[in-house]
C-alpha cells in the first residue's frame, strides 16, 4: 500500500509562483510512477506533470515550460514547482502513484483510473 499526503496549495495573485509537495510513505515499488492531476469544480481530472520509473518526466502542453515536476526519493516526496499561475488554474491538485507494472512509464494522457494510489488534493487558487 501506498499513502500519499499533499500540501502546499495555497490562494495566490495571477503570475505568481507556487510549490506543492506530496510526501509518499509505504511500498516505493507501489508507487514506481507518479504524477500530478488537478480537477477545477464541474470539470474532469485532468493530468498535468507525470514522472516514471525510469525518472522521464511529462508535462502537460498547458504547463510546459512553467511545470516542473521532480522527486526526491531519499526525502519520499514529489515535487511540483508551478510558476506563472493563471486564473483558470484554479483548481484541487492531486497527487497519484502507481506501480506501472506494463511499461514503467506514464504521461499526464494516462487516464486517472489507472492510477492506484491518490492522496487527498490540495487546493490552489488564483486570482487575478
Known amino acids: 500500500q501506498v499513502q500519499l499526503v499533499e500540501t502546499g496549495g495555497d490562494s495566490v495573485q495571477v503570475g505568481a509562483s507556487l510549490r506543492l509537495y506530496c510526501v509518499r510513505s509505504g511500498s516505493t515499488y507501489q508507487s514506481r510512477c507518479m504524477g500530478w492531476f488537478r480537477q477545477a469544480p464541474g470539470k474532469e481530472r485532468e493530468g498535468v506533470a507525470t514522472i516514471s520509473s525510469d525518472g522521464s518526466t511529462n508535462y502537460a502542453d498547458s504547463v510546459k515550460g512553467r511545470f516542473t515536476i521532480s522527486k526526491d526519493n531519499d526525502k519520499d516526496t514529489l515535487y511540483r514547482q508551478m510558476n506563472s499561475l493563471k486564473p483558470e488554474e484554479t483548481a484541487m491538485y492531486y497527487c497519484?502513484?502507481?506501480?506501472?507494472?506494463?511499461?514503467?512509464?506514464?504521461?499526464?494522457?494516462?487516464?486517472?483510473?489507472?492510477?492506484?494510489?491518490w492522496g487527498q488534493g490540495t487546493q490552489v487558487t488564483v486570482s487575478s
Open positions: 497519484a502513484a502507481d506501480p506501472c507494472h506494463a511499461t514503467g512509464q506514464i504521461t499526464p494522457m494516462t487516464p486517472p483510473r489507472d492510477f492506484g494510489f
